[in-house]
């Protein structure tokens, strides 16, 4: 049973910040949890971290389960499915006691994250590729007798009459030496064969050694291809995270976040725990903040004991009363309010946190009405000095809590909803809702005598269209009547996306270098990877010197029309027309 990648996304903020996304499931475990970071290789990381877990924790059952079915098999049949029950009682035991720990565990982990520990450090897992053995090579042939004179069958055999006959011996001779004859012209013939199959035999072994090399050595460079493909990758990858190392040690509010989501990702928890939360740094403050999602009431197991019934054959559970379990469900969550600050404060390497806001968040079904709620159950905040005062290992979690101003329910089961210390802020302020603009147009209207605010949304809704295939979105923000950010594009393509700032210039005279100044200034401080300029007249000298060699693209009247034609849209750029119609003349 492996770990199953359903889908891995990448979405943009509000404010452009990018978001990972993966959902990971394990379907003997029935576990699902969905990744989120601002970065792929950290989303990736802990995918894999997770995974590594779930296939450890799979393993662990499987075997329970294996070694169950065989114990029910066998002779002593009642005493085995008494040990069973007995195993499970332990195992239900061992996790009730493992929710009362929650916070005692947390307090003999490092939380510090180990850099060098995330680095992949394996070496190339594919072994060399030997040589082919070759072939056994051909061996010459043993070359025939060569037939001599003296061989008894070239000798004639001379009889009375053929030695008193001399025309009867010199006959017998004639025909002795035409065999001898014969046969050395055979035997030259089966040499001349002989010589020659085997020089095709080498010639043939020569270009089956040869073709074997060849193949070799094209096995070879492949595996040295695959494994400096490795090997770069695995630098590349390294690399990485000496990357999100170093902007973590510089204070970069987003590695920051990055490394608080690896902290709260290596924390282990039971499996009962969805473990999924987002998370938010404020620079200013130096304060995190988290809404941290919590199991469900019915989430967490109740089960005290088994016992096996011999008179009706069966395994009798005995579950925690209503009370009991009400009552480690808010002991839980007061743990795991604590726990998280513990372990943010604790791993603070360079100082970031001042700070910290635990938001418990609960999806669960509302009885009254059947439907899913999630509520924030219990929201604190709580300073790093004053926390790391606190020995937690004697502490009382709900009084702790209390202590701590913290904010929740007097019974967290009953999941009623309190209003966060300090909710993240999800959405940025400065968008408003798009209008549509572009099917108004008509093939005569004049886009440099529009109105500059229809001309912004027009500018939103074309843009649009341009990244629609890739899944980016635009929106615009708040009128600023120019000089500010007219529109944001989030393109979620890996390579040339990012953060797009676009702003737009109803002009009827040269856009000026100050205005391309200003774009640039602004994708700087806006953090984007490119900044769009698109005007319906057109640009200087010095505004395409000033442009040339940085993230901006200058779009002229001609470029405009260009696009709302490329997506259905006619028009016409007139600045004579609009300079008459705008001034009233």
């Known amino acids: 049973m492996e770990v199953r990648i359903e889908k891995f996304e990448v979405s943009y903020s509000a404010r452009g910040i990018p978001r990972y996304q993966m959902e990971i499931w394990h379907d003997g475990l029935k576990k699902h949890r969905i990744i989120r970071g601002e970065s792929e290789g950290v989303v990736r990381l802990k995918a894999k971290l997770q995974g590594e877990e779930w296939m450890e924790r799979w393993a662990i059952q499987s075997s329970r389960e294996d070694e169950r079915s065989v114990k029910l098999a066998g002779k002593r049949q009642i005493e085995e499915r008494k040990s069973v029950a007995a195993e499970r009682s332990a195992e239900a035991q061992n996790a009730l006691s493992g929710l009362s720990t929650i916070l005692v565990h947390t307090l003999s982990v490092d939380d510090k994250i180990d850099w060098d520990s995330l680095k992949d450090k394996k070496s190339f897992g594919e072994p060399r590729p030997r040589p082919t053995s070759p072939p056994p090579a051909p061996t010459a042939p043993v070359p025939p007798v060569e037939p001599h004179p003296l061989d008894f069958a070239y000798v004639p055999k001379l009889g009375l009459l053929d030695r008193l006959i001399r025309a009867r011996r010199v006959r017998l001779e004639a025909e002795k030496r035409d065999l001898l004859a014969s046969d050395r012209l055979k035997w030259k013939e089966s040499v001349a064969r002989a010589e020659q199959n085997f020089h095709d035999a080498v010639q043939a072994h020569t270009g089956r050694l040869e073709v074997m090399r060849r193949k070799d050595d094209e096995r070879l460079a492949e595996w040295e291809s695959r494994k ?21 040690e510089n204070a970069e509010p987003s590695a920051i976040v990055e490394y608080c989501d690896l902290v709260l990702s290596a924390s282990r928890y039971p499996n009962c725990f969805p473990q999924e939360f987002e998370l938010e740094y404020h620079p200013g403050a130096k304060t995190i903040a988290v809404d941290y999602r919590l199991p469900a009431p019915e989430d967490l197991p109740t089960l005290k004991a088994v016992k096996y019934s011999t008179s009706n054959d069966e395994f009798e559970e005995q579950h925690l009363t209503e009370g009991q379990a009400a009552k480690q469900y808010d002991e839980v969550l007061y743990q795991v309010a604590l726990r998280t600050l513990h372990e943010l404060f604790e791993a603070d390497q360079i100082g970031a946190l001042d700070a910290a806001v635990f938001n418990g968040v609960v999806t669960a079904i509302n009885r009254s009405t059947g439907k899913p709620v999630t509520a924030c159950v219990l929201s604190v905040r709580a300073g790093k000095s004053d ?54 147009l008509e093939a005569g209207s004049n886009l440099a005598a529009m109105d500059w605010e229809a001309f912004e949304h027009l500018i939103r809704e074309v843009f649009e269209q341009e990244f629609a295939s890739s899944g980016g979105e635009v929106k615009v923000t708040r009128a600023s009547r120019d000089g ?46 490119k900044g769009i300029l698109i005007t319906t007249s057109d640009y200087g000298p010095d ?43």
């Open 543 to 585: 505004s395409y010197a000033f442009a040339n060699g940085k993230p901006l693209v200058l779009l002229s009247g001609g470029n405009l029309l260009h696009l709302l034609e490329k997506h259905g849209h006619k028009a016409r750029i007139d600045l004579s027309e609009a300079k008459r119609l705008l001034s009233g003349t």
């Open 387 to 440: 926390f790391q005062a606190i020995d937690l290992a004697q502490v009382d979690p709900r009084v702790c809590f209390r202590s701590l101003k913290g904010v929740s329910a007097a019974k967290l089961h009953g999941l009623s909803a309190v209003p966060a210390i300090m909710p993240l802020q999800r959405e940025d302020a400065r968008f408003v809702g798009a209008r549509a603009v572009a099917d108004e």
């Open 484 to 529: 500010g950010v007219d529109a944001v594009a989030f393109d979620p393509d890996p390579i040339r996306g990012g953060k797009i700032v676009i702003q737009a210039k109803r002009y009827t005279s040269t856009v000026g270098v100050s205005a391309v100044r200003d774009l640039y200034g602004t994708v700087l401080n806006e953090g984007a990877t």
């Open 228 to 248: 400096e493909a490795f090997s770069a990758a695995q630098a590349e990858a390294n690399a990485a995270i000496d990357l999100r190392r170093l902007k973590y």
